[in-house]
């Protein structure tokens, strides 16, 4: 299974770009990387998702490096709201669905007016 | 399109009671998964269901955990006897074979406290 490493917490204020970095050393050739949100007393968000290169969709972009053995959420212009924890995973995506997903602590963001 | 239910939202019961927790996931979704998560931890997988089968309970403490998933709809997660430590959050969440990024949709959890 490919462990990921993220920071434990972040600090931004409003209207900045954030940018969060994951660590997965050892991402196997098929594991796609995935992102996920998290707010108080909610269930996790799906945000993003890729596999290599770059993603954007309408709340976030993810940069992914050609050796794939880290990758990068970027939010941009940061509100309040986005204040939560925001998790890093990978997986094999196979015909059954992604299987053995493990979710890290997460980092911590705290957006500030 | 309705999320995925959970009940109930909240329950406190006395260690070494017994508890269910109820899950009917979004319509269609033919995988169904079951999480623990403990304050200030990410999910922790327990047990994943493709229809009403089993794919995953690897991690599944299976001396006092129990889920099964009738029919392929509904799910149920059972704790018995309870411990002080199964206090957390039991997350369910379900996916579509049909959604090439398998993107899973939690539910609100049930927040489980044993005393």
Known sequence: LAKTTQPISMDSYEGQEVNITCSHNNIATNDYITWYQQ????????????????????????????DRKSSTLSLPRVSLSDTAVYYCLVGDRGNTGFQKLVFGTGTRLLVSP | EAGVAQSPRYKIIEKRQSVAFWCNPISGHATLYWYQQILGQGPK????????????????????????????????LKIQP??????????????????????????????????
Request: proline share 5%; with cysteine.
């Open chain 1, 39 to 66: 707010f108080p007393s909610q269930g996790p968000r799906f945000i993003i998702q890729g596999y290599k290169t770059k993603v954007t969709n309408e709340v976030a972009s993810l940069f992914i490096p050609a």
């Open chain 2, 45 to 76: 997988l327990l047990i994943q269901f493709q229809n009403n089968g089993v794919v995953d309970d690897s991690q599944l403490p299976k001396d006092r955990f129990s889920a099964e998933r009738l029919k392929g709809v509904d799910s149920t």
């Open chain 2, 82 to 115: 309870a411990k002080l430590e199964d206090s957390a959050v039991y997350l369910c969440a379900s996916s579509s074979l049909r959604d090439t990024s398998y993107e899973q949709y939690f539910g609100p959890g049930t927040r489980l406290t044993v005393t």
